[in-house]
T-cell receptor
Framework: DGGITQSPKYLFRKEGQNVTLSCEQN?????MYWYRQDPGQGLRLIYY???????QKGDIAEGYSVSREKKESFPLTVTSAQKNPTAFYLC??????????????FGEGSRLTVL | RKEVEQDPGPFNVPEGATVAFNCTYS??????FFWYRQDCRKEPKLLMS???SGNEDGRFTAQLNRASQYISLLIRDSKLSDSATYLC????????????FGKGTHLIIQP
């Protein structure tokens, strides 16, 4: 079945450590996104990519980094510079171009807790 | 600044009742509108796209009012399984970062 796979689902990290969240899609979508969701808050865009080897900062990119070496993969690294990293992280994908109506397909999310 | 506002609720509604909630948006150039459903600790999933003429899918009806810049979601004959958070999403064009999410309306259907 086509879809988006995020791993790990749950992750605990000590302060000062970097951690990388995986996101893989087999929908053949060009665009991929990372969002962060905090309790009672809307989704906030961290980074997005519309094409391989290119990505753009979203509203809250500080303390995060991404890469897009393959169309199917868009990993997110939460660095030690991120001051409040405990959150629910959602990866999503969509088609790009004339057919882009804003519909996103989400992975199941990764819940990161910093101890 | 693009904003999408929703009443966070919670809306406590008895099973079988009809419930409606609105979402207002500030960008008059917004192009597309969506309702997503998010269950507790799960990912959002598309419930409905919202068309200018209004559209219905079973017990769910979505309406768009461009003049007043709001969209609405109506749920008839509510079921226990409708309990979730409903996210209003507005697309203002401009590419992949053109989506703005509301904070969601929490709905609880009570037996």
């Amino acid at each position: 079945d086509g879809g988006i796979t995020q791993s790990p689902k749950y992750l605990f990290r000590k302060e000062g450590q970097n951690v990388t969240l995986s996101c893989e899609q087999n929908l053949n979508h060009d665009a991929m996104y990372w969002y962060r969701q905090d309790p009672g808050q809307g989704l906030r865009l961290i980074y997005y990519s519309q094409i391989v080897n290119d990505f753009q900062k979203g509203d809250i990119a500080e303390g995060y980094s991404v890469s897009r070496e393959k169309k199917e993969s868009f990993p997110l690294t939460v660095t030690s510079a991120q001051k409040n990293p405990t959150a629910f992280y959602l990866c999503a994908s969509s088609i790009v171009g004339g057919g882009n109506t804003g519909e996103l397909f989400f992975g199941e999310g990764s819940r990161l807790t910093v101890l | 600044r693009k904003e999408v506002e929703q009443d966070p609720g919670p809306f406590n509604v008895p099973e079988g009742a009809t419930v409606a909630f609105n979402c207002t948006y500030s960008n008059s150039a917004s192009q597309s509108f969506f309702w997503y459903r998010q269950d507790c600790r799960k990912e959002p999933k598309l419930l409905m796209s919202v068309y200018s003429s209004g559209n219905e899918d079973g017990r769910f009806t979505a309406q768009l009012n461009r003049a007043s810049q709001y969209i609405s979601l109506l749920i008839r004959d509510s079921k226990l399984s409708d309990s979730a958070t409903y996210l209003c999403v507005v697309y203002s064009g401009g590419g992949a970062d053109g989506l703005t999410f509301g904070k969601g309306t929490h709905l609880i259907i009570q037996p």
